[in-house]
């Protein structure tokens, strides 16, 4: 019994010390939405998710890869493309998708992107 609580309580504190890395973000924006929120992350490992979040905690996230050409983002879905589109110009305050079906324009609040 003494070797289970050993074994526990060592399983334990080993478990608390390994730190739970998280992606660097690189840069973030986001607007309020009818309802809820949308969000754009993009990681330093150039990966991004594109998140709709309504009145639910959790939204749907839209991740992939990007590639920034001169002021455009082109972005490339994993999955299902949003309604967005695959495409967004960035300026000094905004970044604002222009090829899906409706605009989408988000405030900047992060941006380490380096232009090629």
């Not at 973030?28 to 991004?48: C, I, M, N, Q, S």
Request: with cysteine; charged share 30%; net charge positive.
């Amino acid at each position: 019994m003494k070797r289970l609580i050993i074994i526990l309580t060592l399983v334990l504190t080993l478990n608390s010390c390994i730190r739970n890395e998280e992606k660097e973000t690189i840069f973030l924006a986001d607007r309020e939405a009818p309802l809820g929120w949308v969000y754009l992350r993009v990681y330093k490992d150039k990966t991004f998710e594109f998140e709709s979040r309504g009145l639910e905690r959790k939204g749907v996230i839209y991740s992939g890869t990007m590639e920034l050409k001169n002021d455009t983002i082109h972005f490339k879905y994993s999955n299902s493309i949003p309604k967005a589109g695959n495409k967004a110009i960035l300026t000094e305050k905004f970044i604002s998708y222009f090829s899906g079906k409706y605009p989408e324009r988000m405030k900047i609040k992060k941006n380490l992107l380096k232009t090629k």
